[in-house]
């Protein structure tokens, strides 16, 4: 190997050392502004990131979301169901307690919306269940205007419909998260509906 190729050799080395330094330092800076930056705008509202959850100040008080407004926007929701809920006297919440796959989350939305909403939430079962012997059974034959019933109902298509002053949150797993945020974020105004 002569003095020309070893020389050329080493300009190569030093070239992509150079590059590869630049690389670690603009993604070491890429990091810190990452890590500055937590915090997004929809609209008036800055959330920031805590933890897994997203916090914003809503009417003075912090609530936490799984998902950023501009992410859920597009779930259809009317704003006949959001006026339904305000207007309410008292909302009723109910779900299967057979749908085991699902009822860990359910239990989450159940519990948040019952604390969120603002109103006197009723808890029950669609369905008699020795898992919940405390839980009366309501249905949808128990849904008035003043009194609408939500219905956890497990469903692949993941919406969120009214029939007869019943509001079907429709989902499966994590989507039943996603549901609640967009539920509230309409509910609070942070989203306007159609």
Not at 107 to 120: A, I, P, T, W, Y
Not at 130 to 146: G, H, I, M, R, W
């Amino acid at each position: 190997m002569g003095r020309r190729e070893r020389a050329s050799d080493k300009k190569k080395q030093i070239l992509i050392s150079v590059i590869l330094a630049a690389i670690m330092i603009f993604s070491a800076f890429g990091v810190m502004l990452g890590t500055v930056g937590n915090e997004m705008r929809y609209g008036k509202y800055k959330f920031e990131i805590q933890g897994n959850v997203y916090v914003t100040k809503i009417n003075g008080q912090q609530m936490a979301f799984y998902s950023l407004p501009k992410q859920i926007e597009g779930i259809n929701l009317s704003s006949v169901i959001t006026n339904k809920l305000k207007e309410a006297y008292m909302i009723t919440i109910t779900f299967n307690p057979y749908d085991t796959n699902n009822i860990q989350l359910m239990e989450m939305v159940r519990f948040d919306l019952s604390q969120l909403l603002g109103k006197v939430v009723y808890n029950g079962v669609l369905n008699a269940s020795e898992q919940y012997p405390d839980l009366p059974v309501l249905t949808c034959a128990n849904a008035t205007l003043k009194t609408p019933v939500i219905v956890l109902n497990m469903s692949d298509n993941t919406s969120i419909v009214d029939v007869d002053n019943c509001i079907y949150l429709n989902a499966r797993g994590q989507d039943f998260l996603i549901l609640r945020d967009r539920l509230l974020y309409s509910y609070y105004g942070v989203i306007q509906n159609e």
